[in-house]
């Protein structure tokens, strides 16, 4: 098995060293290296805006570009987090802890070096995985049927909205949304018009990059527009050769990367937990193991080699389920697949086979990416914190015009431009009301094929609801599913009294500007 | 901060999930219900229509039995500017695009949004709009050869 693995990678490299792609792929990680250290425009913003341009372009290329802007965005974060004390990124926000402390002991550079290696070593965990774990998926999820994509769908929406950042039952609120939203046009069986309000234009649907642009695009800067970031960018002046740790610091930092990565691994197998979880998880893990707990929070290297191994580990390991099964786990990973989707290709388990050039090529370029971005991020660090000092105030209009533009070309329709404005309207009351756009967009882009197999299901059981339990399988899949709802009813219990668990963790996160 | 909306923040979240909730499911009234076995295209919709109705109530449910705290409650710092400028921007490139082309209704939309920044001037709004509506019509009219003149008289679509 390890053999085919090996002959299959090497096949991907290949793929991913064909001029063509190699090309995409710097590029997608040179752009998501530049917003990731642009505080104020996250990588779903991003992706969503690159996503038309994409369209002509050949699947492969396109895959492995929007990929590389959601892992060089991860790339980006760290630097803002340790040198500017600016949590814009969520996955980045611990790193600040003692990021930031150390930067002000004129050991900034130190720490982004290790925050480098760190990333890379997490990276290449992920990747391995992804290139085993994956082949193994594949095999158990080819033998299912309609009732079993259904429950594992299922499993994913409610591990995605329960699991993810905010209210649990906002969560769930916000992916029947996103479902309802993806019901809007044309039913698939019966052509009949569903929640189109009699409006001729919504026939088609709603294009997922509208979706995207008004949730994570206009509706963040109505949020942002005029709250002035004040950061003080006094130590940000870090040379290259500042970079290198010493053998001591390198000897802390090493293991502290290894837990993080491994804590990482297991975070980005459950749908929904992805980076930001896991980078939280592993900074309490290294303060519980330290000998000095007390010190964090004043500049310890392992505060920052755990939490950054282990979100570049669960990054790369986000891609398994939504490669594999087609279920993905957070908001980039519904627009990777809704990319997928757009260029006519059908995601789900038989996508190995049937395109092998793009998942053995898109983890090749995973590799080459990371590579990238380990060199570009060492000698350019300069010129990425002069990029720090882009203001808002430029920024955002000029996003609005990518935004517009962006729709539009998706589909040459103004209408859609129109549709982006009004949902990022709404979207910004859902944001002032405590709702999380995130998994929005995993429902709507799950929705449809979520609707497609239940039908389906219920015509081979000639109408039987209890099938989802009665096949083994889905059964272990509804079970898991009402096990985590049981879970956060357990946990809302335990909470009533008072509220610490929130209060405690609200400390850390700084809900600025950003999305997930 | 000064808050604009006494009620806890929840009790407002859950009525609106309870409105889209309705706004589904009557649509999906609308149509053919079906059967389980033989699921008509408004089956969907009333079932998610009516599950979010019960989370909504959920939502504002729970919201009444715990204890109230800064944070769940509405605060809002009007920005009346900065919000009427950010809806003015892509609304100009809607209206405009329609009727004269790429490269005023980028001008336009990224001029106007750039004022609801109160750093910016008239001056650096100028120049922005002017550097971006440059760029972009090099990239998507000439690179990418969008379709959409960049200058015309009247509908063109």
């Known amino acids: 098995m390890i053999e085919t693995a090996l002959t299959d990678l090497w096949y991907g490299f290949g793929v991913a060293f064909e001029p063509h792609n190699l090309m995409f792929c710097f590029l997608g990680v040179l752009v998501g290296n530049m917003v990731g250290v642009l505080p104020g425009l996250g990588p779903v913003a991003t992706i969503s805006i690159l996503l038309p341009l994409t369209f002509g372009m050949k699947p492969v290329a396109a895959i492995l570009m929007l990929a590389g802007v959601f892992y060089g965005s991860q790339y980006g974060g760290a630097i803002c987090s340790i040198l500017l004390n600016l949590p814009t990124h969520p996955p980045h926000a611990v790193t600040c802890l003692d990021g930031y402390p150390l930067t002000k002991q004129g050991k900034g550079g130190v720490a982004l070096g290790i925050t480098v290696i760190g990333s890379f070593i997490g990276a290449s965990w992920g990747i391995t995985e992804m290139i085993f774990l994956a082949p193994v998926l594949v095999n158990v999820a080819m033998k299912f049927g309609p009732a079993e994509v259904c429950s594992l769908m299922l499993l994913g929406l409610i591990a995605g909205s329960t699991l993810a950042r905010g209210s649990p039952l906002k969560g769930v609120a916000m992916t029947v949304f996103g479902l309802l939203i993806g019901l809007v046009g044309a039913d698939v069986e019966t052509g009949t018009p569903r929640l189109t309000f009699g409006i001729l234009d919504l026939y088609d649907g709603v294009e997922i990059v509208a979706l995207a642009l008004g949730l994570f695009g206009i509706a963040e800067f109505l949020k942002g527009i005029n709250r002035e970031i004040r950061f003080d960018d006094k130590y940000a002046n870090v040379k290259f050769r500042d970079l290198r740790p010493s053998k001591a610091e390198l000897k802390r930092a090493f293991p502290a990367m290894l837990r993080g990565t491994f804590i990482g691994s297991l975070c980005s197998l459950i749908p929904g937990t992805g980076p930001i979880i896991a980078s939280f998880v592993s900074y309490a893990t290294e303060k519980k193991i330290s000998r000095t707990p007390e010190k964090f929070g004043t500049g310890m290297i392992e505060g920052v080699a755990a939490p950054e191994a282990s979100t570049h580990s669960s990054v790369q390991g986000d891609f398994i389920p939504t490669m594999s099964l087609g279920i993905p786990g957070d908001a980039v990973m519904a627009l990777i697949l809704g990319a997928l989707m757009i260029q006519g290709i059908v995601p789900g388990p038989q996508l190995i086979s049937e395109h092998p050039d793009i998942f053995w090529g898109l983890i090749a370029s995973f590799w080459i990416g990371n590579i990238i971005l380990v060199a570009l991020n060492v000698p350019l660090i300069g010129l990425w914190v002069k990029l720090l000092a882009v203001p808002y105030k430029y920024l955002y209009p000029s996003a609005l015009f990518f935004i517009c533009i962006g729709v539009y070309g998706a589909n040459n329709d103004m209408f859609q431009v129109a549709l982006t404005l009004g949902i990022g309207i709404f979207g910004y009351i859902l944001l002032l009301l405590g709702f999380h756009p995130a998994p929005v967009l995993l429902g709507f882009v799950l929705g449809p094929r979520f609707e497609e197999n239940f039908r389906r299901a219920m015509l081979i059981s000639r109408g039987d609801i209890f099938v989802f339990v009665k096949h083994p399988i889905s059964a272990v899949f509804v079970g898991l599913a009402a096990l985590l709802i049981l879970l956060q009813i357990v946990l809302w219990l335990r909470r009533m009294p008072g509220l610490r668990i929130r209060n405690r963790k609200s400390g850390i996160r700084n809900p600025a500007l950003s999305d997930s | ?157």
């Open chain 2, 1 to 157: 901060m000064r808050h604009f909306l006494r009620l806890k923040r929840d009790y407002y979240a859950g009525a609106l999930m309870v409105l889209l909730g309705l706004i589904a499911a009557n649509d999906g009234t609308h149509y053919p219900i079906g059967t389980l076995r033989q699921m008509g295209p408004g089956y969907f919709p009333i079932a998610l229509g009516v599950l979010l109705i019960v989370i909504g109530i959920l939502i504002a449910g729970t919201a009444a039995g715990a204890a109230a705290s800064e944070e769940d409650v509405v605060a809002i710092r009007p920005e009346w500017r900065g919000w009427a400028c950010i809806i003015a921007g892509p609304t100009l490139f809607i209206a405009i695009g329609r009727y004269a082309g790429m490269l005023p209704a980028t001008f336009a939309c990224v001029f106007v949004s750039a004022l609801g920044d109160r750093q910016n001037t008239l001056k650096s709004a100028t120049i922005l709009a002017a550097g971006v509506s440059i760029f972009g019509v090099l990239l998507f009219h000439y690179l990418l050869k969008l379709p959409m003149p960049m200058l015309s008289w009247g509908t063109w679509s």
